[in-house]
């Protein structure tokens, strides 16, 4: 496109893939939607079903070319998650619980500090997945051989 001028990236991520939002800028102003995707690199998000735009793709092998709807990124600063209470949208905030637990919590004026869930998208992500031994794996036993001993010293390259 053109020259962009640098962007301090966001380190601190408050909103999340799955997350209701509403957007605050726009011509999509006062909307809901999901999140879709979050892109950190370019601190942007793209909203399911929301500012939508033409994309003219041009046919090539395996694929029809066209004019097509889709949907653009959207910055994160023009978004922002709704309170699960007051249904309106809201700042979020870190606090931990008396367990140690970490949770987002709605802020600001007129929110009512009720938790925000994490989404249950992201949850899905988190299962364990199997541990099958392949083929490339060192056993376990190659592993767990001790071959330094640090009283004697043996097991030491000589330098």
Excluded: C
Excluded at 1 to 27: F, P, T
Excluded at 118 to 129: D, H, S, V
């Amino acid at each position: 496109m053109g020259w962009k001028s640098y962007q301090k990236l966001i380190h601190q991520w408050r909103i999340l893939r799955g997350d209701n939002v509403m957007i605050i800028r726009g011509k999509d102003k006062g909307e809901t939607g999901t999140i879709k995707r979050v892109i950190r690199s370019q601190n942007r998000v793209i909203v399911e079903g929301k500012n939508l735009v033409k994309k003219h793709i041009k046919q090539g092998q395996g694929h029809e070319g066209g004019i097509f709807t889709v949907e653009a990124p959207l910055h994160v600063s023009n978004v922002q998650v709704v309170d699960p209470v007051t249904g309106k949208p809201t700042k979020v905030g870190i606090r931990y619980l008396e367990d140690g637990s970490k949770v987002r919590v709605s802020r600001g004026i007129g929110a009512s500090g009720s938790i925000i869930p994490r989404p249950e998208i992201l949850k899905i992500r988190t299962t364990i997945r199997p541990t099958i031994a392949g083929p490339k794996d060192t056993p376990m036993e190659v592993v767990m051989e001790r071959t330094y001993d640090p009283k004697t010293g043996k097991g030491m390259p000589d330098l």
